[in-house]
C-alpha cells in the first residue's frame, strides 16, 4: 500500500510540478528577473566564469569558421597598419581556393622553369640518358620526401606569411627557424636573379640578339665571353629594376599576371611533347653541319661544303674562305680543314631513329674543348694547334657531374607555393598535401620524360650545343617544338619573367615576416612597409642582393648558390618533421597519415648529399652563414628557447616552445599525492594515469605535503620521497619528486604549486584525486585543500586535473580491446578537454578506444548546425572523434531538486559548526531540526518529505562513525535508519530510475514522539499538501537551486550517453567566489558525476592549449 501510495504521490507531484509557470515556485518577481539572466542557459554550475569560459554552443560557430588571415596578395592588399582605418575596412572573405587553383597549379608554374627550356638539352648531353636520369630521381625523390615532411609539418602547423620559415621556426625553434628562414630568403632572391638571367639570356641570344649593347660580332675567348656577360648585367638590371617597380606598384598586377605566365608554360610543355610525336612520324629539317666531328657555328657559313659544282666549274664556298688564305682551289687552308671531309647530319632524327643509345653516356669537357660527334671518326695531328676555334662550337664552362646537380636542382625548388598560399585555401590540410603531392607527380613524370625524350629524339652534338649555335641559333628544345621554335622562346621568355616577379613578390614578404617576428634586431626595419602592409624596404634590400646575383651574369653561376639555400632549408624541414615525429609532442596531430619518421631522414640525408655533390665550398659557405645568423639569434636576438628545448624533450623533460603569436602546449603535470602513516603513496593508480598521458615524455613532478617543522620531519620526508621516486619507477613515470613540509597539509599544497619547477621547466598543469570519503568523519580538511587549490589553480592560469574514483582507473599493464573515451564539452577554456583523449590514446591502455565528443545544445541553439560546425573544428584540430549534440531544454525545476538543494543547506549549517561544543552542536542541529519539522507539519501532522537518495563512496578504509544527528538529516541511504524512525519506503523500479526521476518519501515521527500514522486519504487535495514546504523553499538559495538543477540535469544525460564509457571527461565548474558556499559546491561536484565509474575533471588555464597552429 505504501509502495502504491508513493507512486501515486510521485506522479502527482510531478504533473502540478509542471504546471509552475517560473522556473522558482512562489518566486518572488525580484528572483524571477534575475533567473531571466540565465534563461535558455540551463547551465548555472558555470554562470560565474561565463565571461572567461564561454559556453560552448555559443562559441562553436566562430572556432568552426575561424581562418587566419589570406597570405600572399590578399593580406597586403587588405591589411591596414591604422586601427582608424582597419576599424572601417571591409572584412576578409573567406579562402575560396580549392587545391587546383590554389595549389597545383602554382606548384606547376614554379617547378616549371628555366632550367627545363635553356639548360635541359644541355644536361642531357652532357651527363647523358642515364646520368641525367640518376640526377633528376635523386632531385625529384628529395623533392618528394620533402613535400610529405612538409605536408606533415603544415597540417599541424598551419604555414602563414614565410612558408617553411614559419613552420620550422614553430617546431624547431626560432633560433633555427630564423637561420634557416634566411637561408630560404637568400634562396628565393638569388632565384629572382637566376630567372631574371635567364630571361636576359632568351632575349640576347634567341630574340633579339642585335639588341646587344657590347656587341660579339668579331670577337673571340675571353673578350666574347666578357661581351656577352656585360649584356647580360645591363639588361638583367634594367629587368630587375621593372620587375621591383612592377612589385612595388602593386601585388595585384603581378597575380592578373599570373595566369598569362603560366598559360606560357603549360603551352611551352604542351608543344614539346607534340614536336616529339611529330617526330615519329615526319621529323623535322635541322641540318647540323660537321667538319670531320667537329660541330661548326652554322651562322659562319651559308652552305654546309667545301666547294660547289657549277655550269662554269667548282667554285669555292663561304665555309672555304673562313678556313682558307684565299677563295682559290690552291689557297693555304687549315690543316684540319683539308684533311676532314664536310658532312651535314639531321640535327633532329627523330624518336624512331634509335640515336638513344649513342646518347646513353655522359660526355664531360674542359672548357673551350670542341663539341665532337663522338662516333664518328675524323684525321686530327695532335701536335697541331687549334687554329679558327671561334668557327667551332666550344665548350663554355668545365663540366662535371656534380656540376650538373646544383644546375639542375632549382627545378624542384618549387613546392613551397602551396603551403604559402595556405591562408588562401577553403580547406588547407587537405589541398596542400593533394595538391602538391600532385604537382610533383607531374612534374617529376615531365623532367624524367623529357630526359629520355630528348635523348631518343636529338643528336648528341645538338644537345650539347648550349646556346644552340650549330643550329642557326635556334633554342635546342625549340627545334623539337611543333608547330615552330617560336612558341617555346617566346612561351619560356614570359615563364621566367613570371618566376622573376613571384620571386620578387615571395621574398620581402618572407624577410618581413622574420622582421616582424623579432628574431634579428639588425632587420627589424624591414619589417615596416606602406600604409597597406607592402613590404617597401625589404623589397629594397631583395632588389640589392638579387642585384649581386645578376652582377654574376651567368646563370650556371647563380644555380649553384640558390641550390645550396634551397638544400638547407628542405634538410631542416625534414629534420623538423622527424625530430616532432620521434618525440610526439602534443601539438604533433598529422592528418596526412601516408608518412614515416624514416622518410624525413632519409630525405634529409639526401638534401646533405645532394649540397655536397653540387658545390662543397658552397655548402660550407651555406652552412658557416645559417650557423653565424643562429649565434646571432641566440646571444643578441629572440629570447627563447629552442635546442635545449628539444634535447629536454628527448630525455623527457619537455620546456614549453616559445612562438611569437602562437605557444604550444606541453605536457608538463604536477601530480599531487598523498601519503599514509608509513610515508606510502596511497594513490598509486595517479602515476599510472601520469604516465598514460605522458607516454614517458614531457616534464613530471609529483609532489607531496607532510604536516609539521621540517627539523621534526625531516626522516618522514626522506621517507616519503623515497617511497615516490620507487613508485616512479614502477610505474615508469621520468621527472622528478619533492616532498614539502609545513605547519599544515595547505600551506604545504601551496608551497609545492608555487615553488615547483624552474624556468622553462615549470608545470603548466596540476593533476590531483577527487577526496575519499569526503563527506565522512570531522576532518573536512582535505576536500576544503582541493577548492582552495581549484582557485590558486585558476589564478596561476594552470590546468587542473581531479579524476574520480581514481582507484578504479587502469593500470599500465592493462588493455582496453575496445570501448568509448567520452569527452563533454560544455564551455570552453583552452582546449584542454580535446588534447587530454588525444594524449591517452597515445598509451597502449586507452589505444583502441574511440573518442566522442558531446557538447550540449540550448532551447535556441541549432543542434543540426552545432554537430556541422564541432566536425569541423575537429577536422581543423587534427582529431578524429564521432560528434553528438544533446539537446537539454529549459526545463521546471522539480521539487526533487528543491529537496535537493534543501538538504545540501541544512548539512551546509551544520557543517559550519563544525568548530563548536559537542553540546553546542547538538543544540544547533536540534534547533534546524524543530524548525525544519515545525515548518513541515504545519498544515499536516503527517508531513511527506521529499528527498534524493544521496549515493556516496562506500567507506571501506575509513572508521570513523558518522554523528548521529547528521544521519537523521541527511537521510543516507547507505546507513540504517534510526530506532525510532519507521522503515524508508521508496517507489517500486528505484534502480532502474534516474536521480531525476527517484523521489524517496520518509515518513517522519511527530515531536512528542508518537509514530506518525500514514494517510489514508490520497485525493488531490491532499496530495497537494505536499507543497506546505514552499516556505521552506522560499528561504533556499535560488542560486544553489539553479546550480543543483544544472548538476541533475547534466548527470541525467551523462548517465544516459556515457553509462558504459570507459572514461568521461567533462568540464569542472570554478570554486564559488564566497567561501560560504564550498560544502555546496563539492555536492554539486557529487551530484554531477553521480553513477559515473571514471571521471576525469578538468579546469583548463584559461590559454589555448589547442589550436589550428598547434
Known amino acids: 500500500f505504501a509502495s502504491n501510495q508513493s507512486v501515486c504521490l510521485e506522479s502527482d507531484i510531478a504533473s502540478i510540478t509542471s504546471l509552475e509557470s517560473s522556473p522558482f515556485i512562489n518566486s518572488s518577481d525580484a528572483a524571477a528577473e534575475k533567473s531571466q539572466q540565465y534563461d535558455g542557459k540551463n547551465m548555472a554550475l558555470f554562470e560565474e566564469e561565463m565571461d572567461t569560459s564561454p559556453m560552448v554552443s555559443s562559441l562553436l560557430s566562430s572556432l568552426a569558421n575561424y581562418s587566419n588571415l589570406p597570405q600572399g596578395s590578399k593580406e597586403h592588399e587588405e591589411a591596414e597598419n591604422n586601427e582608424a582605418e582597419s576599424a572601417r575596412k571591409k572584412p576578409v572573405k573567406a579562402p575560396q581556393l580549392g587545391t587546383l587553383m590554389g595549389v597545383y597549379l602554382p606548384c606547376i608554374q614554379n617547378i616549371f622553369g628555366v632550367i627545363l627550356f635553356l639548360r635541359m638539352t644541355w644536361l642531357v648531353g652532357i651527363g647523358g640518358v642515364i646520368g641525367t636520369f640518376i640526377i633528376v630521381f635523386m632531385c625529384c625523390t628529395t623533392q618528394l620526401y620533402t613535400e610529405l615532411a612538409q605536408t606533415e609539418l603544415a597540417g599541424c602547423f598551419l604555414c602563414l606569411a614565410g612558408g617553411s620559415y614559419y613552420m620550422i621556426s614553430r617546431s624547431l625553434g626560432p633560433e633555427f627557424g630564423g637561420a634557416v628562414g634566411i637561408c630560404f630568403y637568400l634562396g628565393t632572391t638569388y632565384a629572382g636573379a637566376m630567372y631574371i638571367l635567364g630571361a636576359i639570356e632568351l632575349l640576347l641570344i634567341y630574340i633579339v640578339p642585335k639588341a646587344a649593347i657590347f656587341p660579339l660580332e668579331g670577337l673571340e675567348g675571353a673578350e666574347a665571353e666578357a661581351a656577352l656577360l656585360n649584356n647580360m648585367r645591363v639588361y638583367g638590371t634594367i629587368l630587375l629594376t621593372s620587375m621591383a617597380t612592377v612589385v612595388f606598384v602593386g601585388v595585384k598586377y603581378v597575380n592578373k599576371l599570373a595566369l598569362v605566365f603560366l598559360a606560357c608554360v603549360i603551352l611551352s610543355i604542351l608543344a614539346v611533347y607534340a614536336g616529339v610525336i611529330k617526330t615519329g612520324i615526319e621529323p623535322p629539317f635541322f641540318p647540323v653541319c660537321l667538319l670531320g666531328n667537329r660541330t661548326l657555328v652554322s651562322k659562319s657559313f651559308d652552305v654546309c661544303a667545301k666547294t660547289l659544282e657549277t655550269a662554269n666549274g667548282t667554285v669555292t664556298t663561304q665555309m672555304w674562305r673562313i678556313f682558307c688564305d684565299s677563295p682559290l682551289l690552291n689557297a693555304t687552308c687549315d690543316p684540319y680543314f683539308a684533311a676532314n671531309n664536310v658532312t651535314q647530319i639531321q640535327g633532329i ?65 618549387g613546392i613551397m607555393a602551396g ?43 645538338v644537345l650539347r650545343d648550349k646556346f644552340g649555335e650549330g643550329v642557326h641559333g635556334n633554342l635546342v628544345i625549340g627545334t623539337l617544338a ?26 620581402p614578404r618572407l624577410l618581413q615576416a622574420i622582421a616582424k617576428d623579432g628574431l634579428v634586431p639588425a632587420l627589424r626595419i624591414f619589417g615596416h612597409g606602406k600604409a597597406n602592409g607592402e613590404p617597401t624596404w625589404s623589397l629594397l634590400l631583395t632588389a640589392c642582393i638579387c642585384e649581386s646575383g645578376i652582377l654574376i651574369a ?67 659557405v651555406a652552412m658557416v652563414i ?13 629570447d627563447g628557447l629552442c635546442v635545449f628545448s628539444f634535447f629536454c624533450q628527448h630525455s623527457s623533460f619537455l620546456l614549453q616552445n616559445l612562438t611569437h603569436g602562437h605557444q604550444f602546449f606541453s605536457k608538463k603535470l604536477l601530480v ?34 607532510l604536516e609539521g617543522t621540517y627539523l621534526e620531519n625531516y626522516e618522514q620526508a626522506q621517507r616519503a620521497e623515497q617511497s615516490l621516486r620507487k613508485l616512479m619507477e614502477t610505474e615508469k613515470v621520468k621527472g622528478f619528486c619533492q616532498v614539502t613540509v609545513s605547519s599544515n597539509l595547505r600551506d604545504a599544497t601551496s608551497h609545492l604549486l608555487q615553488a615547483s ?20 568523519g570531522d576532518d573536512h580538511q582535505n576536500w576544503r585543500n582541493l577548492i582552495e587549490l581549484v582557485r590558486e589553480t585558476t589564478t596561476a592560469r594552470l590546468a587542473l586535473l581531479v579524476p574520480k574514483n581514481i582507484s578504479a582507473f587502469p593500470s599500465n599493464s592493462e588493455r582496453f580491446s575496445e570501448g568509448h573515451i567520452d569527452v563533454w564539452w560544455i564551455v570552453h577554456d583552452g582546449g584542454m578537454l580535446m588534447l587530454l583523449p588525444f594524449l591517452l590514446r597515445q598509451h597502449k591502455v586507452w589505444r583502441k578506444c574511440k573518442m566522442r565528443i558531446f557538447t550540449v545544445a540550448q532551447l535556441d541553439d541549432n543542434s543540426i548546425q552545432m554537430k556541422k560546425d564541432l566536425t569541423t573544428f575537429l577536422y581543423h584540430l587534427r582529431i578524429d572523434a564521432m560528434v553528438e549534440v544533446v539537446e537539454m531544454h529549459d526545463s521546471d525545476i522539480s521539487a526533487y531538486t528543491y529537496e535537493k538543494t534543501l538538504v545540501m543547506e541544512q548539512r551546509s549549517q551544520m557543517l559550519k559548526q563544525i568548530n563548536l561544543t559537542k553540546t553546542e552542536r547538538e543544540r544547533e542541529i536540534q534547533s534546524i531540526t524543530d524548525s525544519s519539522r515545525g515548518s513541515i507539519r504545519r498544515k499536516n501532522p503527517a508531513a511527506v518529505t521529499t528527498q534524493l537518495s544521496v549515493t556516496e563512496e562506500p567507506a571501506a578504509t575509513s572508521k570513523e562513525e558518522k554523528p548521529e544527528e547528521e544521519v537523521q538529516l541527511i537521510h543516507d541511504n547507505t546507513t540504517p535508519a534510526s530506532p525510532a524512525t519507521p522503515a524508508t519506503l521508496l ?18 515521527e511527530k515531536c512528542d514522539g508518537e509514530p506518525a500514522k500514514p494517510p489514508v486519504d490520497t485525493s488531490t487535495e491532499n496530495i497537494k499538501d505536499i507543497f506546505n514546504m514552499k516556505p521552506e523553499w522560499e528561504s533556499l538559495n535560488h542560486s544553489n537551486v539553479r546550480r543543483m538543477h544544472t548538476a541533475l540535469r547534466l548527470n541525467e544525460v551523462i548517465l544516459k550517453k556515457s553509462s558504459e564509457a570507459r572514461l568521461v571527461l567533462l568540464n569542472m565548474p570554478g570554486a564559488p567566489k564566497n567561501r560560504a558556499g564550498d560544502e555546496n559546491y563539492m555536492e554539486f561536484l557529487e551530484v554531477l558525476t553521480e553513477g559515473l565509474n571514471r571521471v576525469l575533471l578538468v579546469r583548463g588555464g584559461g590559454r589555448e592549449v589547442i589550436t589550428i597552429y598547434s
Open 554 to 620: 651567368s646563370l650556371d653561376s647563380v644555380a649553384p648558390i640558390l641550390s645550396m639555400f634551397f638544400l638547407m632549408c628542405y634538410m631542416f624541414v625534414n629534420l623538423a618533421c622527424a625530430l616532432q615525429t620521434l618525440l610526439r609532442t602534443p601539438n604533433w596531430r598529422p592528418r596526412f597519415k601516408f608518412y614515416h619518421w624514416a622518410l624525413s631522414f632519409l630525405g634529409m640525408s639526401l638534401c646533405l648529399t645532394l649540397m655536397f655533390l653540387c658545390s662543397w665550398y658552397y655548402a660550407i
Open 757 to 776: 619547477g624552474l624556468g622553462g621547466l615549470k608545470h603548466n598543469a596540476v593533476l590531483v584525486s577527487w577526496p575519499r570519503n569526503w563527506k565522512q
Open 349 to 413: 632524327p627523330g624518336i624512331t631513329s634509335g640515336i638513344l643509345t649513342e646518347n646513353l653516356f655522359g660526355n664531360y669537357y674542359e672548357k673551350g674543348d670542341l663539341i665532337a660527334r663522338t662516333n664518328m671518326e675524323s684525321v686530327e695531328d695532335p701536335d697541331d694547334p687549334l687554329t679558327n676555334s671561334n668557327r667551332y662550337v666550344l665548350a663554355d664552362i668545365t663540366s662535371f657531374f656534380t656540376l650538373l646537380v646544383g644546375i639542375y636542382f632549382p627545378s624542384v625548388t
Open 482 to 507: 611543333w608547330p615552330s621554335p617560336w612558341v617555346i622562346v617566346i612561351g619560356s621568355f614570359f615563364s621566367t619573367c613570371g618566376a622573376g616577379l613571384q620571386s620578387l613578390t615571395g621574398a
Open 626 to 638: 645559417a650557423g653565424s645568423i643562429y649565434k646571432y639569434i641566440e646571444f643578441a636576438g629572440f
Open 987 to 1004: 517507489t517500486p523500479g528505484e534502480g532502474a530510475q534516474s536521480p531525476g526521476e527517484q523521489i524517496q518519501m520518509t515518513w517522519t
Open 672 to 705: 599531487l599525492v598523498s601519503t599514509d602513516a608509513e610515508q606510502n603513496v596511497e594513490q598509486p593508480r595517479l602515476l599510472s594515469l601520469t604516465n598514460q598521458l605522458k607516454a614517458g615524455k614531457g616534464l613530471t613532478i609529483v609532489g607531496t605535503a
Open 419 to 461: 603551403s604559402n598560399r595556405s591562408g588562401d585555401l577553403r580547406d588547407a590540410q587537405k589541398s596542400i598535401p593533394v595538391g602538391t603531392i600532385a604537382a610533383i607527380t607531374t612534374t617529376s613524370a615531365v623532367y624524367m620524360s623529357s630526359v629520355i625524350l630528348f635523348g631518343a629524339c636529338i643528336e648528341g652534338v
